[in-house]
């Protein structure tokens, strides 16, 4: 069956350190990947996209790996702050681009 | 200002009693979608449409209904609500639907059925 799952469902780091969170599919073979933030209550937002040709992606402090043999994309925030604790959530498309889907979402906590 | 307007944004209703969640979007988007959100089990998608008078099954579009007349506005329509329905939609829009396109998300709908 089709799935994707989002390492652990919460994730503590010190601020300042990286956070890495990983996405694992199974059964999907999207030709794009992409990631959001989601804060309490409110609707997600984009932050990158990769496509299933590139290895890497990077904006700002953030980067994104996409492995197709793994099926597996890592998502880091390098120094991380306070104002980074959110829940994020990978996205990939299949049907040629027609549904969405997305994981369970990670909920990020940095410390101070 | 590019947005995905939904509403109403909280709404408590009774078992049976029809509702409609509208949502609309002013950036001229092709493709539009519903999600609900439930805790523990993530974003699930429930209807979509790839463009005017076209609208397909998402993941659970049971005792959902939509319809896409216009580009700009993609309703929710719940004929018999029930209190499974109780949740957190969220409608959202792209320019298509190819996963290389930004989805844009509206605020979300705290719907609760009584």
């Known amino acids: 069956s089709q799935k994707i799952e989002q390492n652990s469902e919460a994730l503590n780091i010190q601020e300042g350190k990286t956070a890495t969170l990983t996405c694992n599919y199974t059964?999907?073979?999207?030709?794009?990947l992409q990631w959001y933030r989601q804060d309490p209550g409110r609707g997600p937002v984009f932050l990158l996209l990769?496509?299933?040709?590139?290895k890497e992606k990077r904006k700002e402090r953030l980067k994104v790996t996409f492995d197709t043999t793994l099926k597996q994309s890592l998502f880091h925030i390098t120094a991380s702050q306070p104002a980074d604790s959110a829940t994020y959530l990978c996205?990939?498309?299949?049907?040629?681009?027609?549904?969405?889907?997305f994981g369970p979402g990670t909920r990020l906590s940095v410390l101070p | 200002e590019a947005q995905v307007t939904q509403n109403p944004r909280y709404l408590i209703t009774v078992t049976g009693k029809k509702l409609t969640v509208t949502c609309s979007q002013n950036?001229?988007?092709?493709?539009m979608s519903w999600y609900r959100q439930d805790p523990g089990l993530g974003l699930r998608q429930i209807y979509y449409?790839?463009?005017?008078?076209?609208?397909d099954k998402g993941d659970v579009p049971e005792g959902y209904k939509v319809s896409r007349k216009e580009k700009r506005n993609f309703p929710l329509i719940l004929e018999s609500p029930s209190p499974n329905q109780t949740s957190l939609y969220f409608c959202?829009?792209?320019?298509?639907?190819?996963?290389?396109?930004?989805?844009?998300f509206g605020e979300g709908s705290w719907l609760t059925v009584v």
């Open positions: 950036m001229n988007h092709e493709y």
């Open positions: 059964n999907y073979s999207p030709a794009y």
């Open positions: 449409s790839m463009n005017v008078e076209v609208t």
């Open positions: 996205a990939l498309d299949h049907n040629y681009g027609q549904n969405f889907v």
């Open positions: 959202a829009s792209s320019f298509s639907g190819a996963g290389r396109n930004t989805i844009y």
């Open positions: 990769i496509r299933e040709n590139e």
